[in-house]
């Protein structure tokens, strides 16, 4: 079993459309969790980090986390062209651990 | 405040062969962290050091070491290189101590190994 996994995708939704991601992970003890966005040829950078059950809301993003069900999602509101990327979900046990990516393609 | 720097951004190695990739911290940040991302993959990680000490580690074999020094840069070393360690190294800084605030990522070093 993977440490984390995600639908490799592609994901295609229409813009202004909602953006669903979803992850699951295999360790329990895993306290963080992080969202980061990959475009093509860049390096990952970080768009949101849970830590407690629930909700956490910035901007049009927003991510879930479920403990209990090892289970983090993104989801983007009113999703751009520009949201167009790779979206990376990791937890962070010891040392970050990545999923494969799930590709976003948002059509104009 | 400086963002993380790696060096070299593209390198062609021979198979066999060893290679010393470099990367400089985040200003403030006192953890490094290497990864290894083959083309359409995640980031798989490799290690990471905190104080100038390998404090976790991923599924690499020994051939992949590093170090930390005292201002917090770091060098990842490849002994043996082998076709399939050809792959984007990303090194990513990050501040223990300070509240979980996930990690910056340098742009990285392409390695290709014929």
């Known amino acids: 079993q993977k440490e984390v996994e995600q639908n490799s995708g592609p994901l295609s939704v229409p813009e202004g459309a909602i953006a669903s991601l979803n992850c699951t992970y295999s360790d329990r003890v895993s306290q963080s969790f992080f969202w980061y966005r990959q475009y093509s040829g860049k390096s990952p950078e970080l768009i949101m980090s849970?830590?407690?059950?629930g909700d956490k809301e910035d901007g049009r993003f927003t991510a879930q986390l479920n403990k209990a069900s090892q289970y983090v999602s993104l989801l983007i509101r009113d999703s751009q062209p520009s949201d167009s990327a790779t979206y990376l979900c990791a937890v962070k046990p010891s040392g970050m651990r990545f999923g494969a990516g799930t590709r976003l393609t948002v059509k104009p | 405040e400086t963002g993380v720097t790696q060096s070299p951004t593209h390198l062609i190695k021979t198979r066999g062969q060893q290679v010393t990739l470099r990367c400089s911290s985040q200003s403030g940040h006192n953890t490094v962290s290497w990864y290894q991302q083959a083309l359409g993959q995640g980031p798989q990680f490799i290690f990471q050091?905190?104080?100038?000490?390998?404090?976790g580690r991923g599924n690499f074999p020994p051939r992949f070491s590093g170090l930390q020094f005292p201002n917090y840069s770091s060098e990842l070393n490849v002994n043996a290189l082998e076709l399939d360690d050809s792959a984007l190294y990303l090194c990513a800084s990050s501040q223990i101590g300070h509240g979980d605030i996930g990690y910056t990522f340098g742009s990285g070093t392409r390695l290709t190994v014929v």
């Open positions: 050091y905190y104080r100038e000490e390998e404090n």
């Open positions: 849970i830590y407690s059950n």
